[in-house]
């Protein structure tokens, strides 16, 4: 059953087509580095994006960063996943894995990935492999550095803003002097900061390019090859920043320079690619990724500007640092929502069978939208993925164990609520309700569920 594209993704689809449709035949101007005004043009259209080059990050960080990467790499702990696009299925060009705070989830594309847990104090996580851990631990550690970064850079900009001058440099090498907080900064500026780089997952990439020939081309611009196209990071807190560490697997000495006669952007070298969402008189940027690179996309700059990542010809690993909006996307939190839909339950026999506390349509409406919330946002997200999450730990098989008795439950819940409505006496009236009440959320379980099983056949392993 093929879904329908939500209004959102038919909106965008359309302004896409649009912006073709003016372009036609033509590109786009774009700067790369080698361009004279490249880096007053990132300073005045793209000031909330940071660069910080690979000498001003410790060498000791990058040495535990770059091992992590290469061994969850080994354990085959990196997967593509599969997203839905415009109502189709496809498996992205890039192996990827969630590493995080423990419970946490974070969704794109309408698939909902699930957090391999850093050993933060006080978890009790436990990995398959020594390997493994050391490697969640570093991503915690990293974490933990690109925080401070942020705020750091969070700082400089509020400063540049504060005193409206342009001297604050947005590529930042390993010799330039450091601003604090100084006086002009209240609590609220800086807990609010601290709050916009409380970084709660990391998602990692991987892809090697030789492996990859359909990799599309960039549509607007004449960039290349991209190893991811152009998008929003979805589902993070509003105005919160993104840190991205940036690993290319060739050795320094392999590194290329630009070459000067080479028209555009070097093919050979990873580059993030940044514009202003459906912008045609600004120039993009192309911005060349060298081994150990970070860079920072601060404030709004994700909601204004668009981003995409131009693939090189090394194999490449990054670690994206997110703020995910996870009021409704933590283990702690649909817990909680079961616990709510089974205050229903009077009593349950030795069959199985329930009955329910009261059948007022506020009750059973919240009951039957938990239902549907727990079964395909979470044990359908997880359970399609097939066992990948096996690959690190075994954290998450409880909990999901426990969702899975909760969802038997409301399954006799709905059972209950359609007995009464059979049942002899009970006023029309009162059926009339309940089953208004209720109709919708089966009606929606009923689609989704042939929905999924369309998918299931050719994706579940």
């Known amino acids: 059953m093929k879904r329908t594209p939500t209004a959102e993704e038919r909106e965008r689809e359309a302004k896409k087509l649009r912006l073709l449709e003016e372009l036609e035949d033509t590109w786009l101007p774009y700067l790369t580095p080698k361009d004279d005004e490249f880096y007053q043009q990132w300073q005045l259209k793209y000031p909330k994006l940071i660069l910080r080059e690979a000498a001003s990050v410790p060498e000791l960080l990058h040495k535990e960063v770059q091992q992590a990467f290469l061994t969850l790499h080994k354990h085959g702990c990196l997967f593509r996943d599969l997203v839905r696009i415009q109502g189709k299925d496809l498996l992205t060009p890039v192996s990827r894995i969630l590493i995080g705070n423990p419970g946490c989830t974070y969704k794109y594309l309408n698939t909902r990935l699930f957090t391999v847990p850093w050993p933060m104090k006080g978890s009790d996580a436990k990995y398959n492999e020594a390997e493994i851990a050391v490697a969640c631990q570093t991503f915690l550690k990293l974490n933990s550095y690109l925080q401070v970064e942020t705020i750091q850079a969070l700082e400089e900009l509020a400063a540049k803003e504060k005193a409206n001058i342009d001297a604050v440099p947005v590529c930042i090498g390993p010799d330039f002097p450091r601003v604090g907080m100084g006086s002009s900064f209240d609590g609220h500026d800086e807990i609010d900061m601290k709050n916009r780089a409380a970084y709660n997952v990391t998602l990692l990439n991987f892809m090697d390019p030789q492996k990859m020939p359909y990799l599309k081309e960039e549509p607007y611009f004449g960039m290349g090859k991209m190893a991811v196209s152009w998008h929003h990071d979805e589902n993070l807190v509003d105005r919160s920043a993104v840190a991205v560490y940036s690993y290319s697997c060739e050795g320094p000495e392999e590194e290329s320079e630009d070459d000067p006669q080479l028209e555009g952007r070097d093919p ?9 969402s459906w912008d045609i008189e600004t120039p993009g940027l192309a911005i060349p990724l060298h081994q150990g690179d970070c860079y920072f996309m601060l404030d709004d700059l994700n909601a204004t500007h668009q981003h995409c990542v131009l693939a090189g010809l090394p194999p490449r690993f990054s670690s994206t640092h997110r703020v995910a909006e996870c009021s409704t996307g933590t283990l702690e939190y649909i817990l909680q929502r079961c616990q709510v839909a089974l205050q229903n339950v009077r009593e349950e026999a030795d069959n199985g069978e329930i009955s329910l506390k009261s059948l007022e349509s506020v009750v059973l409406k919240q009951g039957e939208e938990i239902h549907n919330e727990v079964e395909f946002e979470w044990l359908r997200q997880f359970w399609f993925q097939g066992s990948r999450y096996k690959k690190c730990t075994d954290w ?36 009339n309700e309940m089953l208004t009440s209720i109709l919708a959320s089966i009606t929606n379980r009923q689609n989704l569920r042939r929905e999924w099983h369309a998918r299931y056949p050719d994706f579940l392993q």
Not at 405 to 411: A, D, G, L
């Open 396 to 431: 998450w098989c409880q909990p999901m164990s426990q969702l899975e008795e909760m969802w038997r439950k409301m399954e006799w819940l709905t059972s209950a609520v359609l007995r009464e409505v059979r049942r002899e006496g009970v006023p029309m009236e009162q059926k």
């Open 268 to 276: 050979d070298i990873w580059h993030v690619g940044f514009k202003i």
